[in-house]
């Protein structure tokens, strides 16, 4: 069997055998190659010490030297290159204590979580493949190296992988695998939270997000976070057509939060109003987990307009548009599934090009100072009342018809 590698990547494996080395694409790459996915990264692994590494490349990187990887820059890519290593006992659930080098590729295999992670390859050796890592990619499984419960004790962190393989390429966990996931899952409380939150975030984002659900059924949600476990997992919808956007996918699972329904929003309420607790859960949750700050503040908006559907009228659709911004709108539409109605309607106010929000109204704050208003709280009063009346008349969006219609005197300042 021959693998497509990027030339770099055969350039490395060559240079390190013509000095007498061993060297082989590992783990993810192969997995993905032999899929027919396209790598996100090439790994390579060899029986050269990383300073002997060094030595042969111009120019590298010492990106983890304690743990034997060393990057090795071709143009503006970067190959990272790491020795055959066994993880030493594991400190706390996650770090091996210490490293240490070896001359075999297989101990460097056995300490790979999945079967499936756990092949080499390179074109004069063909797959190295001493786990039944192809049969698990044929039959379609996660399956761990060796002992499960060992493997889960020694890193919890491989339990979500788990999960996150299982989303990403539609696998089913092997039974064996699966059990001890749900032995070993309070460990994951000495997991970092930010870890977590990127396989979570992985598994999210990939073909098959409602998979998030193993989580619950595994039982790791108790240790994810408390507030997490308290979300109802059997109204977990994630329609895999989502776009592939990480607050839009957050906002479809933490959706779940929400009460059943939907709200009509007429316009008149002002702020959306109904999931403000549901909203305030994934913004808990998601702080736990030490999400950015900018997608927990999507996140907070989406779910809170989640099942709130404007009634098909341009003010009302233009009343609910002016609470987001307009990537924001386009996710609720899609997450609310608006229907036909709705969706023209945020065409033309688009296409119209109508005013939603202070920095598109015609009048600014510097207009009001000229009209005599002193700087402070008023000006922001005075700019909403025009901004609000604006969402209810299109048209009047002008700077001489909007002061006018506000009491100010204009011809001072419209002859200058
Ligand atoms: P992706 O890059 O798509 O997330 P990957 O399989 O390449 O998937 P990485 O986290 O990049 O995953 O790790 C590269 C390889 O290192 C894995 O394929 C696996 O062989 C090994 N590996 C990574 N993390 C662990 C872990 N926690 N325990 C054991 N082996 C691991
Ligand atoms: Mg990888």
Redesign the pocket.
Known sequence: MRIQMPAQVEQIIRKLNENGYEAFA????V??ALLGRE???W?ITTSARPGQVKALFRRTIDTGIQHGTVTVMIGRTGYEVTTYRI?GEYEDGRHPKRVEFTASLLED?K????T???MAYSHETGIVDEFGGMADLAAGVIRC?GDPLE?FT??A??IL?AV??SA?LGFAVEAGTWKAITVIAPNLARVSRERIQVELT?TLLSDHPERIREVFETGMSPYISPVFATLPQGRVRIPATLPRVKYVRWAAFLRCACEQGTTVFDGKMGEATGNTDAAATAVRILKELKMDHDTIARVKTLVSWSGVEPVAEPEAVRRAMAQMEPELWDALTELNEYGAAIRAQTAKIRADGDCLRLSELAVKGKDLIDAGVKPGKEIGAILARMLDHVLAHPEDNERETLLRADGFETDDFCQK
């Open positions: 590992v783990g993810g790459c997995r993905d790598p996100e990264d790994d993880d295999l300490r790979r979580d999945f499936i992670n756990a190296v493997r020694e890193d962190l491989r992988r996150r393989f990403q992985k």
